[in-house]
């Protein structure tokens, strides 16, 4: 599961900086969630113990998502963070549209877009109170 993840965000991002690799890397972490529930499932819990190539994909998908945040200038201790802000965004958005949370009829895909923006503007403070 967790390599098909790594696979995904690492073509949405490839050629992508800022905004536009955070958008790309988002849609693509929701629509892995949304073609693959078994899959993605399987990538919630920490790439830390198991086998050596279960831990490389985890890291692969760890430096992807590190390489979208350096575009925000952040680094070391702030991006760990940061990326578990990012994660649990696009996490909670993954799992509400996999419940069928969003079940009102409001555009979800306006939502997705707002969820970025808000997110977006959450790295940009971030890495400005940094600098």
Not at 77 to 87: I, K, M, Q
Not at 94 to 116: E, K, T
Request: proline fraction near 1%; charge should be neutral.
């Amino acid at each position: 599961g967790i390599e098909r993840l790594g696979d995904a965000l690492q073509r949405a991002s490839s050629g992508r900086s800022g905004r536009d690799a955070l958008r790309a890397v988002a849609r693509a972490y929701v629509d892995f969630g949304r073609h693959h529930p078994g899959l993605y499932a399987l990538t919630l819990a920490g790439a830390d113990g198991g086998d050596e190539r279960v831990r490389a994909a985890g890291a692969r998908v760890l430096d992807t998502v590190l390489a979208v945040l350096r575009g925000y200038g952040l680094q070391d201790e702030a991006a760990l963070h940061a990326t578990r802000f990012v994660r649990s965004a696009f996490h909670g958005f993954a799992a509400l549209d996999r419940a069928g949370g969003f079940a009102m009829s409001l555009d979800q895909d306006a939502s997705f877009d707002h969820l970025v923006d808000a997110v977006d503007a959450g790295l940009e403070r971030l890495a400005n109170a940094r600098a």
